[in-house]
């Protein structure tokens, strides 16, 4: 009797894994032969141009397409290199420039779906892109150096800097200048990788499985955030968000200890107090050179999900506010308590953020451009 039984459940369990296979291997060939879900883009054909010591900007007038994750979507860049949308100008004087990294820059989808977009499209300013992936601080002072010697900003324009979570790392471990020869930003030590995105948060064993088994990806994110949005907050600040955005809610200490290569929330070599200070120095630069033609600048913050999960030990939205105060900036654009209330409803992470990421989608832009509408707009 006890045989039948065992024989019994092996035929179930066969029987189950047999279409769980064929089903895995149509899901891969689907995958393999349609590219907008799994194919990886080759770099000649992104937007990204790679220069010297590991410094890389985005091509001039470049149209085609980019990639984060399973994600293609339309880009265009204008004549000084910088992403714009279909109906936006090559040339000429622009009243608004954006800095910042991946989510100014947009890698969530087309330029519509970006709060860069939607802020355009709603003021009907000529708006300058200058986000790109990966930068922070120091690249954002190159980047508004870069419009004001190509004359791309007209005499008094408004600088938005979107300082992203991530760029206290960045700088800490990654951007610094040449002292000697300061064309342009380069990366600290060994590190030359070609990264675009928040790549410490998209790479491994689970973004490799979602390119190549689209569909089954699908479905599980679906089941997950459709049926079990309860618990998904924490799990994804825990596996997604503390690496990057641990700063707020981590002891310094901690993170100091290590290089970001080697553990990915490590801080060193300069670690996070220093990182800061390095934020501080650039911020001071781009006021500073914003003042010599009576330009306003404005400080833009948003929550990665770890900072609406997790309780601070340090304020960013303070430091951020003291920062302006000091330097003297027009006024500070603070997304978080916004969103920090908003998520009172369990299905906020599934709402405004891509799923399995920590960059906003189009709903979480439309909260940042309204955001700076009121903040910016509504004082002009």
């Known amino acids: 009797m006890h045989t039948i039984k065992v024989r019994s ?3 179930l369990f066969v ?42 900007e985005l091509k001039s007038n470049f149209i085609g397409k980019d990639q984060y994750g399973p994600n293609i979507f339309p880009v265009m860049t204008n004549d000084y290199g910088f992403r714009k949308g ?5 040339g000429g004087k622009h009243e608004v420039i954006f800095l910042g990294d991946s989510f100014t ?25 200058a986000g790109v992936s990966s930068y922070s601080p120091s690249a954002y002072l190159f980047q508004y150096k870069k419009a004001l010697k190509n004359g791309a900003l007209s005499a008094k324009h408004t600088v938005i800097v979107a300082l992203d979570i991530s760029d206290v790392q960045d700088e800490a471990a990654f ?22 995105g928040n790549q410490l948060a998209s790479q491994g064993l689970r973004k490799k499985f979602y390119d190549n088994f689209p569909l089954t990806g699908g479905i599980y994110m679906f089941v997950r955030y459709e049926f079990f949005a309860n618990s998904a907050p924490p799990l994804l600040a825990e596996t997604l968000s ?45 006021v500073n ?7 306003n600048v404005y400080f833009l913050i948003y929550p990665w ?28 654009v603070d997304t978080i308590p916004y969103f920090r209330r908003i998520s009172k409803d369990t299905n906020w992470y599934y709402d405004f953020y891509l799923i399995g990421d920590s960059h906003f989608n189009e709903r979480g832009n439309q909260i940042i451009a309204s955001q700076l509408l009121e903040a910016v707009i509504s004082k002009k």
């Not at 279909?86 to 090559?90: E, G, L, M, Y």
């Open 9 to 11: 459940g092996v035929v």
């Open 105 to 129: 820059y947009g890698i969530n989808g087309a330029w519509n779906e970006t709060f860069v977009g939607i802020f355009e499209a709603q003021t009907g300013k000529m708006v300058l892109n």
């Open 289 to 295: 050179l914003a003042n010599q033609s009576s330009s």
């Open 175 to 196: 951007w610094t200048w040449d002292q000697q020869n300061s064309m342009h930003p380069i990366k600290i030590g060994s590190h030359q990788s070609n990264e675009k």
């Open 242 to 286: 503390q690496a990057r955005s641990s700063f707020t809610w981590q002891d310094w200490s901690l993170l100091d200890q290590n290089h970001p290569r080697d553990t990915p929330g490590g801080y060193a070599p300069l670690g996070v107090e220093k990182g800061l200070i390095k934020i501080e120095d650039a911020l001071r630069e781009i």
């Open 15 to 56: 029987s189950a894994l047999i279409p769980l296979i064929f089903f895995l291997i149509f899901d891969f060939f689907w995958g393999s032969y349609f590219p907008i879900t799994s194919k990886r883009l080759s770099d000649d054909k992104k937007p990204y141009l790679q220069l010297n010591n590991g410094w890389y």
């Open 305 to 332: 999900p770890a900072q609406i999960v997790y309780q601070d030990k340090f304020n960013w939205s303070k430091w951020v506010q003291y920062q302006c105060l000091k330097l003297d900036c027009a006024g500070v």
């Open 86 to 90: 279909p109906n936006s100008p090559n």
